[in-house]
Antibody, heavy 119, light 106 residues
Framework: QVQLKESGPGLVQPSQTLSLTCTVA????????VHWVRQPPGKGLEWMGV???????RYNSALKSRLSISKDTSKSQVFLKMNSLQTEDTATYYCASLHSSYMGYFDYWGQGVMVTVSS | DIQMTQSPSVLSASVGDRVTLSCKASQNINKNLDWYQQKLGEAPKLLIYFTNNLQTGIPSRFSGSGSGTDYTLTISSLQPEDVATYFC????????FGAGTKLELK
């Protein structure tokens, strides 16, 4: 059964670094990518970045200078680190394994973790 | 970066109505577009992949179409359980979500 679960602090102080972990089950990180997507309260979805099965990464250009995504394949974990947090970074953060093409889809999301940036 | 523009931002419709949601890309995305449904407090749920393919278990009243820069999600007969926000998502070049269309009952 495919599962993804985000974990991390619910509260981060302004200017500090956010560290989140996505623990996956039911598939291998050597075969599928993992994306991070966030959603501020009452607002839309923002794609943040992806780590591909190969270990390559791609980031949202608006976040690129602050964001890093890495993984530990042996532990089935993907890590997000984002520095210089501000109040506008308050959001629910999702990890998801997404892959669609004309051949089919692989689409699984975590439940999300709410992160509040506040002093 | 590719920009995705969804319209309308809010849509009010009655049960049984045919509903059309639009998503326009800033450049050709070669049908590399999915549609998601998100209900309050839940993670997004994939409805349509690669423009016009229904995910397993999704009711047949949902359909997708489009090409080039213009894409559409249609609900043939709106049901109360369809009240949600709908997002398009392109993966042709990088990845981008649209801002969403909030679908309400009139």
């Amino acid at each position: 059964q495919v599962q993804l679960k985000e974990s991390g602090p619910g509260l981060v102080q302004p200017s500090q670094t956010l560290s989140l972990t996505c623990t996956v089950a039911g598939f291998s990180l050597t075969s599928y990518n993992v994306h991070w997507v966030r959603q501020p309260p009452g607002k839309g979805l923002e794609w943040m970045g992806v780590i591909w099965n190969t270990g390559g990464t791609r980031y949202n250009s608006a976040l690129k200078s602050r964001l890093s995504i890495s993984k530990d394949t042996s532990k089935s974990q993907v890590f997000l680190k984002m520095n210089s947090l501000q109040t506008e970074d308050t959001a629910t953060y999702y990890c998801a394994s997404l892959h669609s093409s004309y051949m089919g889809y692989f689409d699984y999301w975590g439940q999300g973790v709410m992160v509040t940036v506040s002093s | 970066d590719i920009q995705m523009t969804q319209s309308p931002s809010v849509l009010s419709a009655s049960v049984g109505d045919r509903v059309t949601l639009s998503c326009k890309a800033s450049q050709n995305i070669n049908k590399n577009l999915d549609w998601y449904q998100q209900k309050l407090g839940e993670a997004p749920k994939l409805l349509i992949y690669f423009t016009n393919n229904l995910q397993t278990g999704i009711p047949s009243r949902f359909s997708g179409s489009g090409s080039g820069t213009d894409y559409t999600l249609t609900i043939s007969s709106l049901q109360p359980e369809d009240v949600a926000t709908y997002f398009c998502f392109q993966y042709n070049s990088g990845y981008t979500f649209g801002a969403g269309t909030k679908l309400e009952l009139k």
